[in-house]
């Protein structure tokens, strides 16, 4: 049987792995985001060996900086560093060695990022293709969904006034990049599409994999969730962070894909950093909700039952996913103004150092109050004082009693400009005033910046059209069948027995059992716990239930719901993942908190108490 033969037939996903038994792609990922290091390329060029590079640069965030960019240049409105700092200098060498790069660096102008990359090939005259994908950026369609009057897809809220908005774009998923990668593109860069979707394109492309494999495309989304932020796969942000050695020096991750799914996770030779069970384990887990459930545009994803295991000291294999049929709509992001925000950071040091912070802070709201008050202005819409080295983020778990230097957060927000500039003016009003030991460095005082706000719905597949530009030469993409059953709902695995021991106990903190990794999605935070060894899963499953998470996050939560957190476990991983609403203040650009993404919460959950046998002690 051919591999065309195998791929016709509605039942020939085995046949198709049995046709490409021995095939594996080797992929790298350069990218986490708009700014990341530019040393992945050269990494992979000098030690990798790989076939293909991906470039992740989109975050919300990211769209809705580039939106304003395109409004003052049309020019602009993608991530240049792909231009600058990955063809400018290393193209010559990636068409030497026959590599194909795929980047959602088009944002909300791909097309401009396309023309930018032919301009390159063309200066150094080689001999490549670009195909760009496009379709996913809805926002001169404003007008009509403002009147379609979409609802939020997690808050139920209104849409928002059309003239607010800054950008509108569908989440396209790989099955466009795959025909491009088939057309013969050497180059694919995207607009708007998932993560995770410039790894799976590739494995289409490559194995042949149909909309109805919904394993193998589950497996694939998981090979691309792991690459798509870079270093987290390595050593990045690990709990046991001094195991990955010089940080300067840290590889970037490759994913060796295999026909069905599976994969291994390794990085260049010569590099440091480290490839381990915990550190792809973390990254799993990374900015995810039901596990169950991680719906994709092109398949809903369950990782519950992955196993990973060690295959030699800098290779770790991921077995593979399971996969449901997707969703018959596309996640759809807009952003919107809504106000501004305002803020500094000073310290303070010497004695009773947080209480003089804590002063300080009142007194420059009070002086802003009054003159509000005084030209009849409304108030700040949301005001925070974050007193670092108080240990103000762990709220009333904090330890520190006496303290004597420390680091002031101070912001808000405000409908009108000139009255978060006021916040500023005071701040800076107050420095002869003051209690002792204020300071700080500074390179001018701060300005207040819009607060970006974001909005999630719905936009069925059949209404986005998805065109792919192959050097001038335009097609309207294959949007793959929807399946006729879409089902969300699964049976989740059952929880841990709950511990036997008659023994003496004792408390220890969680970090000495697991693992953990936090993140965001909206004003959603996630925190992944993994265990060290299976058996402590019984222990942590026991101390870590919604309710004590919650209290441990009391502080930050917001949810005026009974029940704001939510409990996941992973059997195959020995993993729990929780699911934290209302936690980030708005999260990204719409918070005033320290950390408007959770990206340290799992810190403060790692110092939970956790009780295991005396027995256990000795074995930490």
Known sequence: MTINQAVSSPNSYTEVFKALSNKTVRIGGASGYWGDSPMATPQFLENGNVQYIVYDYLAEITMSIMARARAKDP?????TDFISAVLHPHLPQIAKQGIKLVANAGGVNPEACGLAAREVIK??????RVAVVSGDNLLDQKE???AAKPTEMFSSEAFPDADKIASINAY???????EALSKGADIVITGRCVDSAVTLGICIHEFGWQTDHWDALASGSLAGHILECGTQATGGNFTDWELAGDIAEIGYPIAEIETDGSFTVTKPEDTSGIVSIGTVSEQMLYEIGDPQNYILPDVNCDFSDVQITQEDP????VSSAR??????SYKTCATYADGFRTGATMSFYGFDAARKAQAFADAAFARTRKIFRKFNAGDFTETSVEIIGAESQFGDYGKADSTREVVVKIAAKHPDMMGAGLLL???????LATPPGLSGFSGGRPKPSPVIRLFSYLTPKEDVTIRIDMDGEVSIATVPPQAETYEQKSIHPASPVAPQDTEKVVEVPLIKLAWGRSGDKGDKANVGIIARDAKYIPYIWQALTEESVAKRFGHFIESKT???VHRFYLPGSNAINFLIENVLGGGGVASIRNDPQGKGYAQILLAHPVSIPEKMVEAL
């Open 75 to 79: 020019s602009k409105g993608y991530a």
């Open 123 to 128: 200066k150094l005259g080689l001999d490549l």
């Open 144 to 146: 009509e969904i403002a």
């Open 172 to 178: 396209i998923g790989a099955f466009p990049v795959a």
């Open 314 to 317: 800098e290779k770790v294999r």
């Open 323 to 328: 996969g449901k049929p997707p969703p018959d």
């Open 425 to 431: 003016k005071e701040l800076a009003g107050l420095g």
């Open 562 to 564: 009974p029940s704001p």
